[in-house]
């Protein structure tokens, strides 16, 4: 029970990463709130209750400040208080950045980066009222090296490990950690639009050694351990990093 009385906002928690690290905070003691656009994650929160664990499901666009606000006040009425932020929401949409129209890169950059920017603004005063806690922002392999035909992308997992690294200063005197996790290539949905820049998943998966070392996929529940540790005070010492789980990918 590594997040016993630990309360927990997880974006993105309707599917994917975010599912797969609701339902193992749950498992470790967390109360948690699961938020997406989408109602599935109405069907993960239940899952959990049914397995013992406790959470609700709030649906937001964490890209909107009072879809935000109200999904921190959601959180705080219903269990008291928040320690813990996992920012997983994302979207990745391929084009140069001659290919690329402008609203596409408006919207990854209010998906990707914006919505961290409003779950820190809203989320860090409960922090501090509650004497601390633990972000975990979800950046990529993309954060630290870039790759053909993804602009927006790679520029908005870039940036949200600087942006982690910066939050990290201003609040590490408030016993506020902040860390960036950097996947590699995972078995999730976000990953379909690199299927087709590479002539589809069959074609992919024959050559998957080649993109990523360890010879396969990463599962969602290998990245939901990665952010447990970061979440629970096992990384107190730990802020500031990122923690670079993507199957050797940045080795190369």
């Known amino acids: 029970m590594r997040l016993a009385d630990k309360i927990a906002i997880v974006t993105g928690a309707a599917q994917g990463i975010g599912a797969a690290t609701a339902r193992r905070f749950a498992q470790e003691g967390a109360r948690v ?3 997406d656009v989408l109602e599935s994650g109405a069907g993960v929160a239940q899952e959990i209750r049914d397995g013992g664990g406790q959470a609700e499901f ?3 666009d964490i890209s909107k400040a009072a879809d935000v606000q109200a999904l921190v006040a959601f959180t705080v009425e219903r269990f008291g208080a928040l320690n813990i932020i996992c920012n997983v929401a994302g979207i990745n949409i391929p084009g140069s950045v ?3 129209e402008e609203e596409i890169w408006d919207r990854t950059f209010a998906v990707n980066v914006k919505s961290m920017f409003l779950t820190a603004k809203y989320g860090i005063p409960e922090m501090q009222k509650s004497g601390g806690g633990s972000i975990i922002n979800t950046g990529s392999a993309n954060s630290l090296v870039a790759e053909p035909l993804l602009s927006a992308y790679v520029a908005s997992k870039g940036g949200i490990l ?3 690294k910066q939050m990290a200063l201003d609040f ?3 016993n506020i950690r902040v860390n960036c996790v950097c996947p590699g ?3 999730t949905t976000i990953n379909d639009a690199h299927h087709d820049l590479f002539g589809g998943r069959a074609v992919l998966e024959t050559m ?3 993109v990523q070392p360890i010879g396969r996929v990463i599962r969602p529940e290998e990245i939901a351990d990665v952010n447990l540790f970061l979440a629970s005070d096992e990384s107190s010492s730990m802020t500031g990093s990122a923690i ?3 199957g050797g990918i940045t080795a190369k």
């Open 162 to 164: 600087m942006l982690t």
């Open 244 to 246: 670079v789980c993507d």
């Open 33 to 35: 709130v699961l938020t």
């Open 185 to 187: 290539w995972v078995d």
């Open 172 to 174: 590490a005197k408030d």
């Open 58 to 60: 709030f649906r937001a």
């Open 98 to 100: 001659v290919d690329l």
């Open 208 to 210: 998957i050694a080649d």
